[in-house]
């Protein structure tokens, strides 16, 4: 089945206190994405990747990181979390370069940061 | 900073009438125009996308692009239960950013 995998779904944690959320896809997308989605802003794009090893900033890019060692993982990287990062996360990938008429998303990842 | 415009609603419609879902975007070379459909607490599915001025038809859903007026609708028709969720409206001016609405909130009642 293709898809889009996210881990872990619920996260609960502290300012400061490293984590990774993982995305991983089964399709052979070239184009990978990373969203939060905020009640009254909408989803918003953190970063995207065109290929692997080729990241770059979306709109809100701060206190985050990436890396796109294989093509199927594109993780996120939170350094040192605060809590304004407390958001539902998306990881999204699709087959068209920058044309997004393909774009599946993973189910998310609800993040609470204390 | 790029803009794209959604009323939040919601917006009730009866069973069976025509959903009429608005969008307006404020950048002028925006190229490729995309509509999500997000129930709540699920991720955002991808339902219709537009390149082209005019209207696009997909089953009971049809999408408008008015590039001139930097406006572009979704249209359902016989709108069914089924239909109420969030409708997300997304653009793309060709580079590799997309950028989204917050949404209109749609609601059918039988």
């Known amino acids: 089945e293709a898809q889009v995998t996210q881990n872990p779904r619920y996260l609960i944690t502290v300012t400061g206190k490293k984590l990774t959320v993982t995305c991983s896809q089964n399709?052979?997308?070239?184009?990978m994405s990373w969203y939060r989605q905020d009640p009254g802003l909408g989803l918003r794009q953190i970063y995207y990747?065109?290929?692997?090893?080729?990241?770059d900033k979306g709109d809100v890019p701060e206190g985050y990181k990436v890396s796109r060692k294989e093509k199927r993982n594109f993780p996120l990287i939170l350094e040192s979390p605060s809590p304004n990062q407390t958001s539902l996360y998306f990881c999204?990938?699709?087959?068209?370069?920058?044309?997004?008429?393909?774009?599946?998303f993973g189910p998310g990842t609800r993040l609470t940061v204390l | 900073q790029k803009e794209v415009e959604q009323n939040s609603g919601p917006l009730s419609v009866p069973e069976g009438a025509i959903a009429s879902l608005n969008c307006t975007y404020s950048?002028?070379?925006?190229?490729?125009f995309f509509w999500y459909r997000q129930y709540s607490g699920k991720s955002p599915e991808l339902i219709m996308f537009?390149?082209?001025?005019g209207d696009k038809e997909d089953g009971r859903f049809t999408a408008q692009l008015n590039k001139a007026s930097q406006y572009v609708s979704l249209l359902i028709r016989d709108s069914q239960p089924s239909d109420s969720a969030t409708y997300l409206c997304?653009?793309?001016?060709?580079?590799?950013?997309?950028?989204f609405g917050t949404g209109t909130r749609l609601q059918v009642f039988p």
């Open positions: 537009i390149y082209s001025n």
């Open positions: 999204a990938s699709s087959s068209m370069g920058n044309s997004y008429n393909e774009q599946f």
């Open positions: 997304a653009v793309n001016d060709n580079t590799d950013k997309l950028i």
């Open positions: 990747s065109m290929n692997v090893e080729v990241t």
């Open positions: 950048d002028r070379g925006s190229q490729s």
């Open positions: 399709m052979n997308h070239e184009y």
